[in-house]
């Protein structure tokens, strides 16, 4: 009884987040996070390290939110891109096959995801202080205005008035 129950556990972690067995899959998964790194390279030449690794996971999170919920949703998603791009921070997950009723909550869910991530790590920096208060408040502003009015938010304005 164990073994069957751990066994559908895997069999849910293979076909749902980022395990997978065959080599090109690997291969993209490797690209994804050498991307990630560079971003991450990138930003901690021109910023100290804390800063740098809050922008880049911030920036993870996000992606790998919309994977999840595309992954969620039947759709067919890609491993998230990341450009290293001095001052920006751009990350890319393809998606195929969106079923309309899932756009909307497939382009908030980088916003949900990376907006409970920096919450979690403010509340976080209650006990342990790393950052400047200030510093988080500004990021969770910054990237709640920057994807709502960005590509993520016009992608969801759009579904939601080709829902009604």
Do not use: W
């Amino acid at each position: 009884m164990f073994r069957k129950s751990y066994q559908s556990k895997v069999k849910l972690l293979s076909d749902f987040i980022l395990f997978k067995n065959d080599h090109k899959s690997q291969v993209k998964l490797i690209y994804s996070i050498l991307t990630a790194l560079a971003v991450a390279e990138l930003n901690y030449i021109m910023f100290d390290l804390p800063l740098a690794l809050l922008m880049t996971i911030t920036l993870v999170v996000h992606e790998i939110g919309h994977y999840i919920y595309a992954k969620a949703s039947t759709a067919q998603p890609s491993y998230p891109l990341f450009i290293p791009i001095p001052f920006f921070l751009i990350g890319i997950t393809h998606i195929l096959n969106i079923p309309n009723k899932y756009l909307s909550i497939i382009s908030l869910a980088g916003i949900f995801l990376s907006t409970l991530y920096l919450s979690f790590v403010f509340l976080f920096n209650l006990l342990i202080p790393i950052y400047n208060p200030i510093v988080l408040i500004m990021s969770i502003i910054i990237s709640i205005v920057f994807n709502l009015f960005g590509k993520d938010g016009k992608t969801y304005r759009k579904a939601k008035q080709n829902l009604v």
